[in-house]
């Protein structure tokens, strides 16, 4: 079945990067998604690739996909207190692009 | 950027009473909408599938009689939680998609307390 799974929580110094890692298991997904959520608010699309593609840069952000291991990786570099937040790995699965499978979502911590 | 709104942000009700939950598409026309729950400090658990003008497609294991989704028009769609019980207490979060579109664009999300 489709199952998506992330580290629950890191820690990060501010100004350091934080790289939050992603596994998933449907090959066939055809995007793959990082969401952010702050404390009781919706999700906001960060950035997204397409499963053809190995990196995407977008700012800060870099979002890495190894296919072949089906690991999918957010980089954002410069990390500030404003990152603090629930970041979501979300695949598009079987059902195409418009259904999403999540993840359970890592939660940045930024400290000084 | 495409904004979708849901009303109320917060409901109290108490057991056995029914709740009606909008979401909305504020600047584009949205032909299939996504109702989501979220338990706290859990992932987003997709429920049902909104497309305008037909039935709604639920995910297996969500009660189809208890939560009732409309979608009347191509920026709103209704979640009618029924008969709620406090086991219903949750964070529901819709988004839209655009036709064609690869983004779904979420709404802030309802959070619903059943006393």
């Known amino acids: 079945g489709e199952d998506v799974e992330q580290s629950l929580f890191l820690s990060v110094r501010e100004g350091d990067s934080s790289v939050i890692n992603c596994t998933y298991t449907?090959?066939?997904?055809?995007?793959l998604y990082w969401y952010k959520q702050e404390p009781g608010a919706g999700l906001q699309l960060l950035t997204y690739?397409?499963?053809?593609?190995d990196m995407k840069q977008d700012q800060r952000l870099t979002v890495l996909l190894n296919k072949k291991d089906k690991h999918l990786s957010l980089r954002i570099a410069d990390t500030q207190t404003g990152d603090s937040a629930i970041y979501f790995c979300?695949?598009?699965?079987?059902?195409?692009?418009?259904?999403?499978?999540f993840g359970a979502g890592t939660r940045l911590a930024v400290h000084p | 950027g495409a904004v979708v709104s849901q009303h109320p942000s917060w409901v109290i009700c108490k057991s056995g009473t029914s709740v009606k939950i909008e979401c909305r598409s504020l600047?584009?026309?949205?032909?299939?909408m996504f109702w989501y729950r979220q338990f706290p400090k859990q992932s987003l658990m997709l429920m049902a599938t909104?497309?305008?003008?037909?039935?709604?497609?639920?995910e297996q294991g969500v009660e189809k009689d208890k939560f009732l989704i409309n979608h009347a028009s191509l920026t709103l769609s209704t979640l009618t939680v029924t008969s709620a019980h406090p086991e219903d207490s949750s964070f529901y979060i819709c988004?839209?998609?655009?036709?064609?579109?690869?983004?779904?664009?979420f709404g802030p999300g309802t959070r619903l307390t059943v006393t």
């Open positions: 988004s839209a998609l655009v036709g064609g579109s690869y983004e779904q664009y």
């Open positions: 449907d090959s066939s997904s055809t995007y």
């Open positions: 690739i397409f499963s053809n593609m």
């Open positions: 979300a695949e598009s699965g079987s059902g195409g692009y418009n259904k999403l499978i």
């Open positions: 600047d584009f026309q949205a032909t299939t």
């Open positions: 909104s497309n305008e003008g037909s039935k709604a497609t639920y």
